[in-house]
């Protein structure tokens, strides 16, 4: 098997030899990408990208699939590289590169690579995702943070909340007052990644970083059925109550717009919700203020977005594959891209002056929670775990979160089977 | 049949006017939906938040309508869904007219030439109408990239009609059973062959049932998201695709009445046909589709 | 067989037959093979596959590395599973028997000579007509309790008017019952209309002048002829019970939780999202076996009535 992959590898490397089995149906120095960068801040970020590959001659085709974080366009794309016939580029992520990788549909873009050096350039956790294999497969195009927490000054000061709260106590307080003066503490969307995202900034809050990669990165029994995490699940299902009714199945972004238009004080979201806060016009530090969530400061939950490349025979294609991979890691789309999407570049060479407090906060916590540990990877955002254990981790938390009956200790040992079922 | 004994006491009258009641009642049941799409097509962003739901409009507009159809964002391309439209329309008319057409052949054969093994036959085709239609995306789009077809207009009325020929065969065999046989066997004496006797006996009656095969496929097909989104790309994604990436899509400020017009928009072509054919639909069923 | 139907005029003379006329004999065929062979290829030909697939271990795209019956091992084990079919039971039971009863009730009614008949039928069937991706849109918006019907009611003054069941994870399912409900009784209706305009108003009439009362006379004489019906319906009613994905996905998406989860959603978040094909597959598999258990009685009593017929 593992032969086989190589050779195929070097066919890729070939070129043409793999013609006969892919039909193309894409003209020449068209990149066709799937994507679900659709939301407002993110689809201008992307087009920026477009824009860029278009001034060098090729083509872009926007296949724009929206829905459930990423769910239906992967649908797609299974069924599309099925037919044997996948996109030229595709948004995928985390592990999940390793997966399509295993299968053999992965380009590699060594050239590209070495042309930008981009093992000096990316930071030696961003490259190891891209990487299958030991070359190349994908481009990181940013690094989002996951922790943060969102808030709106002027909510809070009508509620009495002199600052952001900065541990999971003073969120519950600060709730109660918020509650009072008549607005919804918390922001949030029910659907499960959301549930998720909530989860595991509650985990890292309580059990801090080395907790977190314990129990939710390598799924240690002993940490999942810990007394830390029981406290964790609890204080979970509290922040239910600093939610409103009418959550189900919200978008993230809609819940953001509930921040914006201050008829909620905070949202615990990554730092796309950035993106959104954006492109309402609004400033960092004077219309909305961002922090990292309660009890995480010492602590990164990253998130890196990337555009896989998938094996393609034709040669223009490939050129506008490698054209398309070299064009991300430039600094213009990062800058462009990133401060549009809310995220930080994944090249940490670049000049930051142009960047909000928030954006500038997040690069550097990057780097020291790199050196000092903090750094984690975001189970919540498919960085941490295989989808399959992910999912399987989304159906108790969204179950427990939701279901009135079920306690801590229930919901823990189901952690701890879905993390057996795993091994 | 109440006009046989009819009773005029106000025992009667009081039934009648609460059997209307009832009527009226649940028709505005089914109604709610449409008209809160409706009118919240019509209203400007402001009202919707401000209003409730079946607030009339203070000042309706169709600028949602002209947004809907040619300007909204959909990822980063903003040109509305308009031209998904048109792309469905590309799927929907080749396909539903294959599998009538290959539905009202089977039947024809099935019923009218009973050769050994037709309700075998029979009995194993429909079971296409049952099959999950997530349990056959994975090998379809294998089948579909073997053909050459995948991610192409013809490859998505492929599917149509693959899983569409289970209906249509049922509808026309269920209709053509009711049919004498007589009138068939009659002509085979004088000669008359398989075509010429389809042609000339059996398609002049067929009208009722046509309509309701035509119907139940335009609606499935128009309305099918599932392939659509499995098996389209770029070029050839149908409006329900459209409608579900804009309804997802949101530029800080979710625009309702966008979504709501994009909806109607979506809907129209069915709803017309249901408006305006339900009648001949209503016929076509009394006309044997349903007998058991 | 063939020659009883061709009649008997023309049976003896079989070995005289010109080619053309045996083409005539095998047209029948020939017309029917295409589309047979496309439902054995299509249908059972990837029943066959889904079959294969679910005894292996597959992720993210097929592969063949076998390992028994592993995964239905797992399915009976998994909790969210049994959630899904103990929802599909609930929400089919009863979306089944309102529809029936919603149906017959309306085309009963609707069959007493109803002033502008058309208008009401239009009204009840049009939402067949629609898409659940766009019927979701606006029923979604219509139950969400900050909202929709909720905020609604209580801003005409009904303060403590509550109707949140799209939050409550053990009320979710009957969102979709409602939803479902509306989509599908007014094809219903159409269907027991169809049937009440084709039975002979001769026999009721005997009836009415019997002195039968007249829900007398539909309990007791109209409804027996109506048996048929009441069977297609129970059979078109069930497979959309069993396909139910659309309507999950734009109302719900499974949640709060997984409350709402149906078998196809199950196996549709497995084996496209969370790359487990092979368990996806199995589910597939228990699914086409209930369709079976449905569809095989029907077309038992189908084919043998046709020969009484």
């Known amino acids: 098997m593992r032969m086989l992959k190589r050779t195929l590898l070097k066919s890729a490397l070939g070129g043409l030899a793999v013609a006969a089995t892919l039909g193309t149906t894409a003209q020449a120095g068209e990149v066709e990408v799937l994507h679900w960068w659709t939301s407002g801040g993110e689809a201008r970020a992307a087009n920026v990208l477009k824009q860029l590959l278009e001034e060098e001659g090729h083509q872009w085709k926007d296949f724009a699939v929206a829905g459930g974080g990423g769910e239906t366009a992967m649908t797609v794309l299974k069924s599309r590289a099925m037919s044997g016939n996948p996109p030229s580029a595709a948004q995928i992520k985390g592990p999940e590169i390793q997966e399509w990788g295993e299968l053999g549909l992965l380009g590699q873009l060594d050239s590209v690579a070495e042309e930008g050096d981009w093992d000096a350039l990316l930071p030696p956790v961003v490259a190891d995702i891209m990487k299958y294999d030991g070359q190349y497969v994908a481009v990181p195009v940013n690094v989002h943070r996951v922790n943060w927490l969102w808030a709106n000054p002027k909510v809070l000061e009508d509620s009495g909340v002199e600052q952001v709260p900065s541990t999971l106590d003073e969120l519950f307080a600060a709730g109660e007052k918020i509650r009072e003066a008549g607005y919804i503490p918390l922001a949030h969307g029910g659907q499960p990644w959301q549930d998720a995202t909530v989860f595991e900034t509650v985990v890292l809050g309580t059990g801090g970083p080395e907790f977190y990669r314990k129990a939710l990165v390598e799924l240690d029994p002993e940490a999942l059925k810990s007394d830390t995490m029981i406290q964790a699940l609890e204080t979970f299902k509290r922040t239910h109550e600093l939610m409103d009714d009418g959550m189900s199945g919200r978008d993230w972004n809609t819940a953001t717009s509930m921040v914006i238009n201050g008829k909620a004080a905070m949202q615990l979201m990554g730092d796309w919700a950035k993106g959104e806060f954006t492109a309402a016009g609004m400033t960092p530090g004077e219309d909305y203020l961002c922090a990292p969530a309660p009890g995480t400061q010492e602590a990164f939950t990253f998130n890196i977005d990337s555009l896989a490349m998938f094996r393609v025979a034709d040669e223009e294609e490939q050129e506008a594959q490698r054209t398309l991979a070299r064009l991300v890691l430039e600094p213009e789309f990062q800058k462009t891209f990133n401060l549009a999407k809310g995220s930080i570049p994944a090249r940490p060479d670049l000049d930051m002056s142009e960047f909000d407090q928030c954006a500038q906060q997040s690069l550097e916590d990057f780097q020291r929670t790199a050196e000092e540990g903090g750094l984690v990877p975001s189970m919540a955002h498919g960085m941490a775990v295989r989808s399959d254990v992910q999912g399987a981790i989304f159906d108790v938390v969204t179950n427990y979160f939701n279901s009135p009956d079920m306690t801590a200790q229930q919901a823990a040992e189901r952690l701890v089977n879905t993390a057996n079922a795993a091994m | 049949m109440d006009n046989v004994i009819r009773r005029r006491t106000p025992g009667a009258r009081l039934a009648r006017w609460s059997l209307y009641a009832v009527l009226i009642g649940m028709a505005l049941f089914y109604l709610l939906p449409l008209v809160v799409m409706l009118l919240t097509s019509v209203k400007p962003l402001e009202e919707i938040r401000a209003g409730s739901l079946l607030a009339l409009p203070q000042a309706p507009t169709l600028a949602p309508w002209v947004k809907a159809w040619s300007e909204a964002c959909t990822g980063m391309r903003c040109e509305g869904v308009g031209g998904y439209f048109w792309n469905s329309f590309r799927i929907v008319i080749p396909a539903v007219a294959i599998s009538t057409l290959l539905g009202a052949l089977n039947g024809y054969a099935l019923t009218k030439w009973r050769f050994r093994g037709a309700d075998l036959i029979f009995a194993l085709m429909l079971f296409g109408c049952f099959i999950p239609f997530q349990v056959v995306l994975l090998p379809m789009a294998r089948t579909l990239g073997w053909l050459g077809l995948s991610t192409s207009t013809a490859g998505l009325v492929l599917v149509h009609v693959v899983f569409g020929i289970a209906f249509t065969t049922l509808f026309f065999r269920n209709f053509y059973v009711s049919i004498p046989n007589e009138l068939v066997s009659a002509a085979k004496l004088d000669g008359a062959g398989f075509f010429r006797i389809f042609w000339r006996i059996l398609l002049p009656i067929s009208a009722p049932i046509f309509v309701v095969s035509v119907i139940w496929q335009f609606t499935q097909i128009w309305n099918d998201f599932l392939f659509g989104v499995a098996f389209s790309a770029f070029e050839t994604q149908p409006v329900t695709v459209a409608l579900n990436n804009l309804v997802n899509t949101s530029t800080g400020v979710k625009e309702y009445n966008v979504d709501m017009a994009a909806a109607m928009i979506a809907a129209l072509p069915t709803l017309v046909v249901y408006v305006l054919a339900g009648k001949y639909f209503v016929r076509g069923l009394t006309a044997g589709s349903v007998k058991g | ?309």
């Not at chain 3, 487990?276 to 038992?300: C, E, H, K």
Request: with cysteine.
């Open chain 3, 1 to 309: 067989m063939v020659t009883t139907t061709l009649g008997d005029g023309t049976g003896s003379a079989a070995s005289r037959r010109t080619p053309a006329a045996r083409l005539q004999d095998w047209l029948p065929r020939l017309v029917v093979a295409p589309s047979f062979a496309i439902s054995l290829f299509f249908v059972y030909g990837f029943m066959l596959w889904t079959f294969v697939l679910s005894l292996t271990n597959s992720r993210m795209l097929p592969q063949y590395d076998f390992i028994g019956f592993a995964q239905y091992a797992r399915l009976m084990e998994n909790e969210r599973w049994w959630v899904a079919s103990t929802n599909l039971a609930i929400f089919g039971g009863l979306f089944v028997v309102i529809c029936l009863v919603i149906g017959a009730g309306l085309a009963i009614l609707l069959d007493q000579r109803i002033r502008q008949e058309g208008v009401l039928r239009t009204i009840y069937l049009y939402p067949m007509a629609l898409s659940l991706i766009v019927t979701g849109v606006v029923w979604k918006w219509l139950l969400n309790p900050s909202l929709g019907i909720e905020a609604m009611v209580q801003g005409w003054g009904f303060e403590s008017f509550q109707f949140d069941w799209l939050v409550d994870s053990d009320m979710a399912i009957y969102t979709l019952v409602l939803a479902a409900v509306w989509q599908a009784s007014g094809f219903v209706m159409a269907m027991f209309l169809a049937g009440l305009r084709g039975i002979d108003d001769n026999i009721i009439k005997a009836a009415q002048l019997d002195g039968a009362s007249l829900p007398r006379v539909y309990w007791r004489v109209v409804l027996p002829c109506l048996r048929p019906v009441v069977f297609s319906a129970v059979m078109i009613l069930a497979h959309i019970a069993i396909k139910s994905f659309d309507l999950v996905m734009a109302l719900t998406g499974g949640g709060p939780g997984y409350a709402t989860d149906l078998p196809a959603t199950f196996m549709y978040v497995h084996a496209f999202t969370r790359a487990q094909i092979g368990l996806g597959s199995a589910s597939a598999m228990l699914m086409l076996g209930a369709v079976l258990a449905i569809l095989v009685p029907y077309l038992f009593s189908e084919l043998r009535g046709r020969k009484h017929g």
